[in-house]
């Protein structure tokens, strides 16, 4: 097992919520990027959200107003909270983080260092 373990994934209708969270453990990443990608099956893996160390925060435009990314650096975990989930956000997700090399948005997976093993979303309508 990795150092990111994702949890709060399943089914849910579309319209309702769902908040995934990703824990870290064997070190402190709190100077570090933590950001949230989806695969959909057949498809790329996609950028949804990232938080920087400070706080300041990135989301896909398919998610802006819907999603929140949110993280807590004493307990080293980051947030997802989804709502008004539509089909279309069925896939799995993924959390990574990185080092705060460069500038936002951080939306590249290729320039993250770690990643969880995935947890699945499901939204039926």
């Known amino acids: 097992q990795g150092p990111l373990v994702e949890s709060g994934g399943g089914l849910v209708q579309a319209g309702g919520s769902l908040r995934l969270s990703c824990t870290a453990s064997?070190?402190?990443?709190?100077?570090?990027?933590m950001g949230w990608f989806r695969q959909a099956p057949g498809k790329e893996r996609d950028f949804v959200a990232a938080?920087?160390?400070?706080?300041?925060?990135y989301y896909a435009d398919s998610v802006k107003g819907r999603f929140t990314i949110s993280r807590d650096n004493a307990e080293n975990t980051m947030y997802l909270q989804m709502n008004s989930l539509m089909p279309d956000d069925t896939a799995v997700y993924y959390c990574?983080?990185?080092?705060?090399?460069?500038?936002?948005?951080?939306?590249?997976?290729?320039?993250?260092?770690?990643w969880g093993q995935g947890t699945q979303v499901t939204v039926s309508s």
């Open positions: 990574a983080i990185r080092r705060p090399i460069g500038s936002g948005p951080y939306s590249y997976p290729r320039q993250y260092d770690y």
């Open positions: 064997g070190r402190t990443f709190s100077q570090f990027v």
């Open positions: 938080v920087t160390a400070d706080g300041i925060t």
